[in-house]
């Protein structure tokens, strides 16, 4: 008796997944930059510094890293390193500029 393969397709083609993760990275970076818009315009109207910081920090957390994406797919002699450095580098920073913006007096 031949045993009875547990897969349901082929592992080697995944296009599909990767066309998916580019398509939700993009996906992200556009809603996180419409955030943070959201927030500087909140900002200009009410002059509130913690929308300001939010606005910065959505842009930091979630735009500069599909950014630096970008210009490393543009530009390919740029260490992978560094750029994952900084994107990991540019998450962080605005996620603490998120966090600092909830936690500011008005």
Do not use: C, H, K
């Not at 066309?19 to 315009?41: E, H, K």
């Not at 300001?52 to 500069?64: D, N, R, S, W």
């Not at 994406?69 to 962080?92: K, R």
């Amino acid at each position: 008796m031949q045993p009875i393969p547990l897969q349901l397709w082929e592992t080697t083609t995944t296009e599909w997944l990767v066309t998916f993760v580019q398509a939700t990275d993009v996906l992200s970076a556009f809603i996180g930059l419409f955030i943070a818009y959201q927030a500087y315009r909140g900002y200009r109207r009410n002059d509130s510094r913690p929308m300001l910081v939010i606005a910065v920090g959505f842009a930091l957390a979630l735009a500069v890293p599909f950014l630096l994406v970008v210009l490393y797919a543009a530009l390919p002699f740029l260490p992978e390193t560094a750029i994952a450095v900084l994107s990991q580098l540019s998450q962080l920073s605005g996620l603490v500029a998120i966090l600092y913006a909830l936690r500011m007096p008005s």
